[in-house]
């Protein structure tokens, strides 16, 4: 199993932007699919994006995010990121990172897909 560990996450009003990173060990990121999920409080945690192990291909995203959220990598520094511009209080969450190896050039947002989790960082987006 992979180790993953967040960071960037933090208080931010609303129509502003975060990034958030998930740094990865101790095996190389080129074979994993990565996702990023949040958890809001008192909700269902929520699959918002995923990237093939290359980057190659269409990243995919939840309806929630579309637009907004973008995705990429750095397999060089095993590093993942998550762009978030326009926040609104509805992105008020935990936000973890995730990965699973594949061969394939896709991914997907099923949280049963994933069997590396990082410990989350907290994103409060409140005026």
């Known amino acids: 199993q992979q180790h993953l560990v967040e960071s960037g996450g933090g208080l931010v009003k609303p129509g ?10 101790p095996y190389t990121l080129e074979y994993y ?3 990023w999920f949040r958890q809001a409080p008192g ?3 929520e699959g918002i994006s995923c990237i093939s192990p290359s980057g190659a291909g269409n990243p995919d ?7 907004r959220f973008t995705i990429s990598r750095d397999n060089t520094k095993n590093t993942a990121y998550l762009q978030m511009n326009s ?3 509805e ?3 935990i936000y973890y990172c995730a990965t699973y190896w ?26």
């Open 16 to 25: 502003g932007s975060l990034t958030l990173s998930c740094v990865v060990s």
């Open 33 to 35: 699919a990565v996702g």
């Open 43 to 45: 909700k269902e945690r």
């Open 61 to 67: 995203y939840a309806d929630s995010v579309k637009g």
């Open 87 to 89: 926040l609104t209080p």
């Open 91 to 93: 992105d008020t969450g």
């Open 102 to 127: 594949t061969y394939l050039s896709n991914c997907g947002r099923n949280a049963e897909l994933f069997d590396s989790w990082g410990q989350g960082t907290q994103v409060t987006v409140s005026s």
